[in-house]
Structures are given as structure tokens and as C-alpha cells.
């Protein structure tokens, strides 16, 4: 796992570190010394802590004006233990949605496991997004992921699976795949 970074393509683009507004802002990178572990596996120093042991993140693209936010997860999201959307929630999303963002997409390729515990936390999110007109989607989930996230009915809050699961997001500009969500969005909530 130490050797999955963070997507970098887009760092012309946007860097969370050099982001005022973001909550890793001024954070600083050994990209030399490997300390953050999940589980007994060490995972690249790009990726960041919001407070859980298995579940980490890098915010690869915010864009406060048109309210998107995209972030790239690594790990074992873990509500049964851990709560892990709690401190995904209270450390990172609260204080985006501060700053503008309503729009959220998750990429989820290097998301292992999920192990749910109850749904608060995301009916929360959901009506706090909506109501502003934004929302959440999860992109390129593994199936048994979703699966699970399926088994407690997230798909009440976020949007899973069918066409976000086959978008090829890399060969896009940031704001370019935003659009592309947004109107496959779009096209789901018209039908």
C-alpha cells in the first residue's frame, strides 16, 4: 500500500497544502519517512490523517466558487469501530461545507472494506448538502463496497454505483469531471 499516492496530475490545478481555506493547509509532506499505517500496512506520506486509523484522504481538487470538492479515500472506511464518517464528517466535510462546498465527490478505488454502523452521520451530510442544492456521489466504488454501503441504504443519501463506477476521471481536467458529474446527476434525478 506504501506505494499508492495520492492522484498528483492535477496539483497545476490545486494543492490542499497551499489552500487557505483548506484544513490541511501549511501541512508539510516527508516524502523520505513512512509513519502512517493501516493496520500493520504503511501507506504513502501524501495521504492525510483526519483522525481515523483506517480511513485516510487527500482533498485532489476544491473549487469554492462553483462548490465542488473532490476527494480521493484510502483505506478501510469503518463506521462499526472506528466511526470513521464522524471524523470524516467533524475534521474535513464541516469545515469545506464552511467554506462554499456542496458538492462532493468521492473516489473510492482504494477504499478496502466498508463496515457500516447507522446512517446519521450521512442523512446529516445529505441535508446539509441538498439543501443547499449540492450532493454527494461516490465514484468507482468497489462493488462488495457498495454492496455494503447498499445494505443500510446510503444510496438514500449518496449516489452510488451504475455509470459512476465506470467514469475514467483521470483523463479529465478536475473541472471537467465535475461538470460530468453534475450532469450525470442530473440525468438520474430527471428520470
Not at 22 to 35: A, M, N, Q, R
Not at 138 to 161: A, S
Request: glycine fraction near 6%; include cysteine; aromatic fraction near 18%.
Amino acid at each position: 500500500m506504501h506505494t499508492l499516492e495520492p492522484y498528483f496530475n492535477w496539483r497545476d490545478r490545486y494543492i490542499a497544502s497551499e489552500d487557505k481555506k483548506s484544513p490541511f493547509f501549511g501541512t508539510v509532506y516527508d516524502e523520505f519517512s513512512f509513519s502512517t499505517k493501516i493496520y500493520n500496512y504503511f501507506i504513502h506520506p501524501q495521504w492525510d490523517d483526519i483522525g481515523s486509523q483506517t480511513l485516510y484522504l487527500k482533498v485532489i481538487y476544491a473549487n469554492y466558487d462553483e462548490g465542488y470538492g473532490v476527494i480521493e479515500l484510502i483505506g478501510e472506511w469503518n463506521d462499526c469501530i472506528n466511526n470513521d464518517i464522524m471524523f470524516f464528517k467533524n475534521n474535513l466535510l464541516n469545515r469545506m461545507m464552511r467554506e462554499g462546498i456542496n458538492r462532493f465527490i468521492l473516489l473510492g478505488e482504494n477504499v478496502l472494506n466498508f463496515h457500516f454502523s447507522d446512517d446519521c452521520y450521512y442523512e446529516e451530510w445529505y441535508e446539509e448538502t441538498s439543501d443547499e442544492g449540492g450532493w454527494i456521489v461516490c465514484v468507482n466504488f468497489r462493488q462488495h463496497v457498495l454492496d455494503e454501503m447498499n445494505k443500510i441504504n446510503l444510496g438514500n443519501y449518496l449516489f452510488l454505483g451504475g455509470k459512476f463506477d465506470t467514469i475514467n476521471w483521470r483523463t479529465l481536467k478536475p473541472m471537467h469531471f465535475c461538470k460530468k458529474i453534475d450532469e450525470l446527476i442530473m440525468k438520474k434525478l430527471t428520470v
